[in-house]
């Protein structure tokens, strides 16, 4: 009780948050490692003074402070139980753009892909590049000492620092830079903690001993990726201590040293030229790993910007993710390896000349069996697959995942493929098949065990193949810890790794930096077992748990959620692209990122005490603000599909709470709709007659700012009967059925006319039937019972009608969609649902098909010009493509059109219209979509096929969206 008020004064204290709520404490107990611990609480400081507190706090009640920026770590360093300090919502600052100079001055929390995006404009760059480029963090990378596909060419991040400004364990603030020997010497004089450590690494490298200890036992200088422990070496080797020119400069041993030494408050960085611009890459593929690692040593004697390599168990991963199915254009038969080498020049002809030498070296070695040569945005299709590899690994079905434990071992490259031999020879040994996924030009294999953490044989295993390969690594003189750092996971291996005394020296670094053991306590020295606090409990009974939905394809609904390894891909930000995660990318909150869903979800469904283990408050408050976009479907490495798990939470969650009148209003809406299009008169002037419209906003709880749906004066079942001969087409080039959706037959009318009138023209002869409603509604708002009823009537109607040549097409993606998607899910008859869903389709999909077949022609559409911006659906994107919308209105040879890359447009059916959601639904629109419309010439057709898209945007900006159906059925000669 006395730290829980003294957690709450010190709240009252901080500029910025502190949660110690039991969600927020879930959300940050574990990062992208095998580790779970509680933490004491979390903060988002604001400012220098709020850290200041926060270190006087922790020495005050021996806790200690765990720095995080994107949570992307993978051997634990952003766990612990103290008070996890998450600098990535406030500390955000480009602070000054040096191009003279070449430097970067910058808080912690900058993206490294969104830094660049700034600097391009002065011709700069910061090198370095991982794998989690798009969302990890400059104060990250330099606690990791991270590195990337370019080190071979520009070095770790270590050598990119400059300087660095920081809080010391007493709050102290100092600044690291070069130092002369002079300089030096000076520090020495000076008082106080900071003096200290000056002295104490003087009295430490003053040593013959230590010395020759450190000399011995470290790897060697040229192997640059070698990051175990403190780098000691890095300041023994200047000036001060051996002579020379080099400088000595503490941010060498602050860069790797996780956060255990200062706490980083500004960063500055030596940034280098745009590379070349001309580039090439030769995808080797081999047929053995062995060929593979033989293949650099003379690979490497070619001037190559990357040298990458990646193997059959990623690729095979990437065959059956929907978003980098695509991406494997360039792989040619079954390769046991791939060995990417990339080249840059600033000509044509000078790129070709270095691609004929380096191709002549590859051929003659006689070690790869194909050698596609790669150009432009093709060398960042490649690469993406390989950046992908970290994430995909945790898409395998099961418990028996890709394990990082010894992921991060370096060696020199001439003795790699011995090392790589040894190595495969652990590993038979250990009846594994290893996964290799390499930063090979540098000498580091990204190997993997794979195992079951879950049963306490393989945790077993996790110890003793990492302390094999460890001794493994001493033998070949290599590091560890490559660029991951060591953490908790590998930091109980340093002292095997170098010796007792040089060890020892570790912790004298280390106590002279933080005498009271405040800053990220247990990483690097003093380290806890490596096989404790794992996120899972070995040999635990896990809870089997019933749902109406089908999670077969993930082995349940938990495990569902366990998929996710923390990536933190759901924390790219806008200008990366993509639609996930739309809530996080407006609120900047990790509580809004797809992981912390998943992580949440994985701890009440496995931890609950109650009988309805979704009935808890703290999953209702994470899921709220989850759009269901899908985006996660896709764009998440691992596939996690949380708009199937909170559909699923929110109908579990309905039998232990009964659903408000808004969310049965919204989900019941068609019946809404359906009574309101028998008197549409006096529905249309309730809906949009300012007094009566807003009792219904007040008594639903709708955001006085939106304009309600109104149905229309007909509806499109009506619309057809009555024009059913006219419709009819002569010697017809197909039969489809339409999908008569409950959004189209109700809202969009005139958008379901000019698909039927187009496709008629078009010599499609169109049928609609009979049918209920998609259940979008239902399924949007957890009523999974009537949705389960509507996909099962839905499926036995169309079934034994809807074939290859006979397709369902429907203009709402949301609706026809949920063929292919939630309808696996619910369906009774699993095979039939299937088989239905490969024949449904978006109306532009259909189009795209026969505009390839030869069906549809240009000289069918007009000439005159018009430029067009579409907004795809994020159901589109995710489960389609919005190209097909691209491809379709560009028939009309004289229409220029061009893809918004917006993301999600905020509305997501019901939830913009919520009045507590409104600002938030408002935000995720300014984020791109609205900017882009608004700097949009006037007389530019927006094209949005979502229903929701389109008022949305006409809220948002005041301009009308209109379909790609009723764009081109205008078009028509």
């Given amino acids: 009780m006395k730290l829980k008020n003294s957690l709450r004064q010190l709240a009252n204290e901080l ?22 611990e509680i933490p004491l609480a979390v903060s988002r400081p604001k400012s220098k003074q709020d850290l200041i507190r926060l270190i006087k706090f922790a020495r005050e009640n021996k806790t200690t402070l765990i720095p995080r920026t994107a949570g992307t770590s993978l051997a634990g360093q952003c766990t612990g139980d103290g008070i996890i300090v998450d600098v990535s919502r406030h500390f955000t600052d480009i602070i000054n753009v040096d191009p003279e100079s070449k430097t970067v001055t910058l808080q912690p929390g900058v993206i490294r892909d969104d830094l660049n995006r ?12 991982t794998s989690t480029s798009n969302r990890c963090m400059i104060g990250g990378m330099v606690g990791n000492n991270s590195s990337g596909t370019t080190s071979i060419k520009y070095g770790t991040t270590r050598d990119r620092i400059k300087s660095i400004k920081a809080l010391l364990s007493d709050g102290s603030e100092v600044e690291f830079s070069d130092l002369s020997k002079i300089e030096f010497q000076k520090k020495l004089e000076v008082k106080g903690l900071e003096g200290d450590i000056y002295r104490k690494i003087q009295d430490i490298l003053n040593s013959e001993v230590n010395r020759e200890a450190i000399i011995s036992n470290f790897p060697p ?21 051996e002579g020379g020119d080099r400088k000595l400069n503490i941010c060498d041993i602050i860069a790797g040293s996780e956060g255990t030494l200062a706490f980083i408050t500004e960063i500055t960085l030596k940034l280098d030229i745009l590379p070349p611009s001309e580039k090439a890459m030769i995808a080797v593929h081999f047929r053995s790993i062995d060929a593979c690692m033989q293949a650099v040593v003379p ?4 001037s190559l910007f990357t040298c990458e390599m990646m193997d059959k168990i990623i690729l095979d991963c990437t065959s059956d993710n929907l978003k980098y199915r695509e991406n494997r254009f360039f792989i040619e038969d079954d390769p046991e390896a791939i060995l990417m080498l990339e080249l840059r020049a600033e000509t044509q002809e000078v790129l070709e000349k270095k691609l004929e030498a380096l191709m002549n070296t590859l051929r003659s070695s006689n070690l790869g069996y194909a050698f596609p040569v790669l150009y432009g945005d093709q060398i960042d299709l490649a690469l993406d697959l390989r950046k992908a590899g970290l994430g995909l690994l945790g898409n395998m079905k099961g418990d028996h995942k890709a394990v990082a434990c010894i992921e991060d071992t370096a060696v020199a490259i001439p003795v790699l493929a011995d090392y790589i031999a040894e190595f495969t020879e652990i590993m038979k040994n250990y009846d594994q098949q290893a996964v290799y996924y390499a930063h090979a030009g540098a000498g580091e294999i990204h190997l993997r065990p794979i195992l079951n953490l879950k049963k306490s044989d393989d945790v077993g295993l996790f110890r003793s193949i990492t302390l094999d390969v460890a001794k493994l690594v001493k033998k070949y003189n290599g590091s560890l810890s490559g660029e991951h750092g060591d953490g908790r996971l590998r930091a109980e291996f340093i002292e095997l790794m170098y010796g007792g005394k040089v060890y020892s020296l570790l912790k004298d670094i280390k106590f002279a930096f933080d005498p009271d053991n405040i800053f990220n306590k247990g990483k690097i020295v003093d380290a806890p077992a490596m096989d404790t606090s794992l996120r899972y409990v070995p040999d635990r009974k896990e809870p089997e748990i019933e749902t109406i939905m089908d999670f077969s394809d993930a082995e349940g609904v938990l495990k569902l959620a366990e998929k996710c390894n923390g990536s933190g891909d759901c924390r790219k930000s806008v200008e990366a692209g993509g639609t996930m995660c739309p809530s996080y990318r407006a609120t900047r909150d990790e509580k809004d990122t797809t992981r912390a869903r998943a992580n949440a979800l994985r701890e009440f469904l496995t931890n609950s005490d109650k009988e309805n283990r979704f009935d808890h408050p703290e999953l209702k408050e994470v899921l709220d603000l989850c759009i269901s976009c899908k985006g996660c479907k896709s764009e998440c490495p691992s596939n996690v599909d949380m708009a199937a798990l909170k559909a699923e939470f929110q109908f579990q969650y309905y039998k232990s709470n009964k659903p408000s009148l808004r969310d049965r209003t919204f989900a019941g809406i068609s019946n809404q709709n359906a009574m309101a299009s028998k008197v549409p008169g006096l529905s249309r002037f309730v809906m949009q007659n300012k007094f009566t419209s807003r009792i219904a906003k007040r008594l639903l709880g709708v955001a006085v700012e939106r304009e309600l749906p109104a149905v229309g004066k007909t509806t499109l079942k009506k619309y057809y009967l009555a024009n059913k001969k006219i419709l009819e087409v002569q010697n017809p080039l197909k039969t489809v059925y339409l999908f008569n959706d409950e959004f189209t037959n109700y809202l969009d009318v005139e958008v379901g006319i000019d698909a039927l009138r187009l496709l008629s023209r078009l010599s499609y002869q169109v049928q609609i039937i009979d049918h209920p409603e998609s259940g979008r509604s239902y399924l949007s708002k957890g009523f999974l019972g009537e949705a389960k009823k509507l996909a099962n009537e839905n499926i036995r109607i169309f079934n034994p009608l809807i074939n290859k040549e006979t397709p369902l097409l429907g203009v709402e993606p949301s609706a026809i969609l949920s063929f292919r998607d939630e309808y696996l899910r619910l369906a009774d008859d699993k095979n039939s649902a299937e088989k239905l869903g490969e024949n449904c389709f978006i109306i532009e999909e259909f189009l795209k098909q026969e505009l390839a077949a030869g069906n549809i022609l240009k000289d069918q559409f007009t000439t005159e010009a018009a430029t067009i911006k579409i907004h795809g659906h994020c159901h589109q994107k995710a489960l389609s493509n919005s190209a097909r919308t691209f491809d379709i209105l560009n028939i009309p040879e004289n229409y220029k059109v061009t893809i918004i890359p917006s993301g999600c447009c905020g509305m997501a059916g019901s939830f913009g219209y919520e009045k507590e959601h409104y600002e938030i639904s408002m935000r995720i629109g300014e984020n791109s979509l609205f900017p882009a419309i608004r700097k949009s010439k006037e007389g530019t057709i927006i094209s949005a096929n979502g229903t929701s898209c389109r008022h949305q945007i006409k809220d948002g900006t005041g301009r009308i969206a209109q379909h790609p159906v009723s764009i081109l059925y205008k078009a028509l000669a």
Wanted: charged share 25%.
């Fill in 15 to 36: 500029e910025g948050e502190l949660y110690y709520d039991e969600l927020w404490k879930t959300i940050y107990a574990t990062d992208a490692s095998v580790y779970r």
């Fill in 299 to 302: 690979a490497m004697k070619h």
């Fill in 221 to 241: 200088m040229e192997l640059h990726r070698r990051n175990t422990g403190y780098a000691l070496d890095e300041l023994l080797h200047t000036a001060v201590f």
């Fill in 118 to 129: 700034k600097l391009h404009r002065h011709g700069l760059f910061f090198g370095p590049n």
